[in-house]
């Protein structure tokens, strides 16, 4: 029963992460030139794989410093707490393209805003800010979404711990810092490792910053370097396939050694004995804290959000010495874009769908994975990876075979379910393996408690181990509504003209260089975030209520 | 004699009458024709589309074909370029599960799929509107169309790709305020080494405007041009059509190759100093742009043929052109006001390389593209 079952997972799993992963690798065989040109010939596959490696390897960097400040905005009663939490949210949230332009607007060189009010000083000579630069882009990365989104993921369990073991601490003698280094860092170490894990494979994927700061500067990566390679005459391919098929290789080690360290300790902090939301007294130093908190969220947020707005209202962007620089035109334009309210009503099925169907069946593999004894889980949890090896625009090259040559998905094909299991499929990585850090905190105790009782598997399931998910099955909800409606590759070769979301219509416009009504799309997008943001709020994610 | 004349008169008379007649009867039946069509594609009820990622023109296709006709067009735009979709269009073709019944756009990549017949459906049969058939309105006095399929090259009665527009490609643009007026009169003006790292093209290695520039120029001048151009004076390749020309209109680079008159439209009439310039030894390359059309075999036959025919009347194309600011190839538009005058080929200038021909895209095109990651890396 336990090797059918785990045999039913692992073929479900496989049949959704695999089958596209597989198109990848066959299709790096297709044209034999592809590998030796990929290995022995082309300087800028190689330029991209190292400016790959060089971005993501922020990751560990914006782990660490999202998990400190998660922890100060949960054991310090620092005032505006809740409103910079939920803005750090909102940073996170907004879609990357128009948060990159608002930065260009600002930053660029030598057209951009601060670079012109710079150059009427006396001693500055040239622009100072390029952000079409390798500082330039981590820049945005950082502050838009690496560190933003490790506050949200290590969120939830600074405040699923296990109070009992730092008062245990405290009762030994132990100060607040050393509680800290000895006992709370330790034991959060699993989340913020499997954090820096995920987001170092989420900055190999990133694509959009780098699409419209690096090419430029010739500042390739893997994820823009394969979008090239599909888009050259006649299209590579087999080489963008190679590509992914080598990173994928990588990955595997990475995911081995996750794999293995997650599955040699025990995580368990979430047991019976209650929740530490002990505070630390700071004094007057809380204010200071609170002055930094919101210096951070006007640089990282409501700049970038200014400006993009007013890169809407421009005549041309970026250009204030013009002749009538501002207009509203461009507001009319996407308002009367016929493509326009049918984008958003398409924009919020994907996100919801996504994420209704998504957190489901994340929940249920990284249960099945963490806490049965079915078979296969070390192969069914590989697999579960997988979709994060490939980049968005080849998973969607894999899913269009998919659909298209699997009689009984064919008839779905056009469809926006199409685009809804892509999405969930995208994101399986994320949500299974930040289920997973949720199952594994919970304590087996409370489910034998349960089956001592005379519940079953089922029920157990539902009403002790679900609810005590909650935050995370909400906090997954959401990001993945988000990546449904930000996410432009994975979607790009599956949309057809009656499932086309916001995402592409603002590619769309910004692809012929509208910048300004991409812009207008922009806050449209992020307008539907926030208040997907906010409802999720209401429904009881912990966005900006650390109690 | 006399009665020689009479009956040769006689003669020419029910010749010409018989003529007459015939072209009438021919006449009526593609009248017929039409309205069958128009009735079948409205009970198909609406039509897919593949076009250019310009949203003002798939805005006005959209409202207006519906207006005119009652069938709704579903529009696919090209975002990313053409090459994702051909891959799409391709993979669906395999499966038989084609979902766009028209292409508009460029040839480069049109050359890649409209050959194949499991694709694409000759247009020949397809031009049934009085308002479209009579080839005199149309420039040469016909129309301009890619024939033969992958199988059979020299089919000329399989039409698989028809051009609408022709104009002057903006191979060579210049930030007037850095590079004086008349200090550029041959292309290898640009060689000097004043230039270098000062020169800005858009990529080669994609499709469109780039790849069409440096396939006109390898085709002109050669290889070993091309290579000192883009490589030895360390030319900067962007993807994009607007931050190209944005970075010469603001002195960021002071040269530009090929750009697309819209992006620099944009540019030029807010005042900022960018203009083309037209080398003595090469004044440019002609092209259809973005306004070739190709039937394929979508679900929709009948709405797909009342859109080809829609789209290459003389109304429709009268607003196309002012859009996608190319020039129509009909001659019996009132006005080409609208496009902007360093586009229109001039009067007694050869231009020997043109971007739709299919023997430069067979010959020198296809070299280049054989060669294009040998001179300008992978």
């Not at chain 1, 695999?18 to 790096?28: E, F, K, N, Q």
């Not at chain 1, 081995?256 to 700071?282: C, D, K, N, W």
């Not at chain 2, 599960?97 to 508009?104: E, G, M, P, R, S």
Request: proline content about 6%; glycine content about 8%; charged content about 15%.
């Amino acid at each position: 029963m336990r090797l059918a079952l785990g045999g039913f997972l692992l073929l479900a799993v496989a049949a959704v992460s695999l089958s596209p992963v597989m198109v990848v690798i066959v299709g790096s065989f297709e044209d034999s030139g592809a590998w030796r040109s990929l290995l022995l010939e082309s300087g800028q596959a190689r330029s991209a794989l190292g400016y790959s490696v060089l971005f993501a390897a922020r990751a560990p960097f914006a782990a660490l410093i999202g998990f400190l400040l998660a922890w100060l905005l949960i054991r310090v009663r620092i005032p505006g707490r809740e409103f910079i939490e939920f803005m750090l949210w909102i940073a996170f949230f907004l879609p990357l393209i128009p948060v990159t332009l608002g930065w260009m607007l600002l930053l660029d060189s030598p057209t951009g805003l601060l670079n012109r009010w710079l150059a009427a000083l006396p001693f500055i000579d040239g622009p100072v800010f390029d952000v079409s630069s390798v500082a330039g882009i981590l820049w945005v990365h950082m502050t838009a979404s690496s560190v933003p989104v490790m506050v949200i993921l290590l969120g939830p369990a600074i405040r699923q711990m296990d109070a009992s073991f730092e008062e245990a601490g405290r009762v030994c003698g132990s100060g607040t810092f050393e509680v800290f280094r000895r006992i709370t860092l330790p034991l959060l170490l699993p989340a913020i490792v499997t954090g820096a894990i995920l987001g170092f494979i989420r900055g190999l994927e990133a694509f959009e910053v780098e699409q419209l700061l690096g090419v430029k500067e010739k500042i390739y990566v893997y994820s823009t370097h394969v979008y090239a390679l599909i888009n050259w005459e006649p299209p590579r391919f087999s080489e963008a396939m190679a590509m992914s098929t080598l990173v994928l290789g990588g990955l595997l080690v990475i995911a081995l050694f996750y794999q293995r360290y997650t599955f040699e300790r025990g995580h368990a902090t979430v047991t019976g004995s209650g929740m530490s939301l002990r505070e630390i007294p700071l004094g007057r130093g809380r204010w200071v804290l609170a002055g930094l908190f919101f210096a951070m969220v006007f640089v990282t947020v409501i700049v970038p959000i200014a400006f993009l707005l007013l890169g809407t209202s421009m005549t041309l962007f970026g250009f204030f010495h013009i002749p009538e620089p501002f207009t509203t035109e461009h507001w009319s334009t996407v308002l009367d874009d016929p493509s326009f309210v049918p984008s958003i009503v398409n924009t919020l099925i994907l996100g919801l769908g996504a994420a209704a169907l998504g957190v489901f069946a994340y929940a249920v593999i990284a249960y099945a994975v963490v806490r049965t004894r079915i078979g296969f889980r070390p192969l069914t949890n590989f697999l579960a990876w997988l979709p994060w090896c490939v980049p968005g625009i080849l998973l969607g090259v894999g899913m269009l075979s998919l659909v298209l040559f699997t009689p009984f998905l064919t008839p779905l094909y056009g469809s926006i379910f199409v685009l809804v299991i892509a999405i969930a499929v995208a994101q399986l990585p994320l949500g299974v393996n930040m289920m997973k850090t949720s199952v594994v905190q919970i304590a087996p105790e409370l489910e034998h408690a349960s089956r001592v009782c005379g519940a079953g598997w089922w029920r157990t399931f539902l009403r002790i181990d679900i609810p005590l998910m909650k935050p995370m099955l909400i906090s997954i909800f959401v990001l993945v509504t988000i990546a449904g409606i930000r996410d432009v590759s994975t979607v790009l070769l599956l949309a057809q003209p009656s499932s086309l979301p916001l995402s592409v219509l603002m590619l769309e416009y910004a692809n012929n260089g509208d910048v300004e009504p991409a812009a207008v799309v922009g806050v449209f997008t992020s307008i539907l975030v926030i208040v997907v943001a906010i409802a999720a709020r209401r429904f009881g994610l912990q966005i900006g209520n650390p109690r | 004699m006399k009665n020689r004349t009479i009956l040769g008169d006689l003669g020419v008379l029910t010749a010409a009458g018989l003529i007459g007649a015939a072209a009438l009867a021919a006449t009526e039946s593609r009248a017929d024709a039409w309205s069958d069509m128009l009735a079948a594609g409205k009970k198909e009820g609406s039509v897919t589309v593949a076009g250019p990622s310009f949203p003002w023109v798939r805005n006005f296709i959209v409202k207006q074909f519906e207006a005119d006709t009652g069938i709704k067009v579903n529009w696919k735009p090209l975002v990313g370029g053409p090459g994702p979709f051909t891959a799409t269009l391709l993979r669906e073709a395999d499966a038989d599960k084609i979902t766009t019944d028209v292409y508009i756009g460029g040839t480069t990549s049109c050359f890649n799929f409209t050959r194949k017949k499991n694709v694409v459906a000759n247009l020949k049969p397809i031009l049934v509107n009085p308002d479209v058939t009579d080839q005199s309105k149309w420039r040469d006095g016909k129309y301009t169309v890619q024939t033969g399929t992958d199988d059979d090259r020299n089919n000329d009665d399989f039409w698989c790709f028809m051009q609408t527009a022709d104009w002057v490609m903006g191979d060579l643009f210049v930030n007037t305020d850095k590079v004086p007026a008349g200090s550029i009169s041959a292309w290898k003006d640009l060689l000097d080494p004043k230039y270098k790292g000062k020169i800005i093209a858009h990529d080669p290695r994609r499709p469109g405007a780039g790849q069409a520039t440096a396939a006109y120029l390898y085709s002109v001048f050669g290889e070993d041009f091309v290579r000192q151009l883009y490589v030895g004076q360390d030319a900067a390749l962007g993807t994009s059509y607007s931050k190209n020309p944005e970075a010469v209109a603001t002195g960021q680079y002071e040269i530009g190759l090929a750009f697309v008159q819209a992006a620099v439209e944009r540019y030029r009439k807010k005042g900022l100093p960018i203009a083309r310039v037209f080398p003595k030894d090469g004044m440019g390359l002609r092209t259809g742009g973005f306004s070739g059309i190709a039937a394929l075999n979508g679900p929709n036959p009948n709405a797909r043929g009342v859109f080809v025919n829609w789209f290459i009347s003389k109304k429709t194309q009268e607003k196309v052109q002012c859009l996608l600011l190319e020039r129509s190839l009909r001659m019996d538009l009132d006005s080409y006001a609208c496009i902007p005058e360093y586009t229109s080929p001039k009067e007694g200038v050869s231009y020997p390389v043109h971007d739709y021909d299919k023997g430069h895209h067979f010959g020198p095109k296809s070299k280049l593209r054989s060669r294009i990651t040998a001179i300008f890396g992978k």
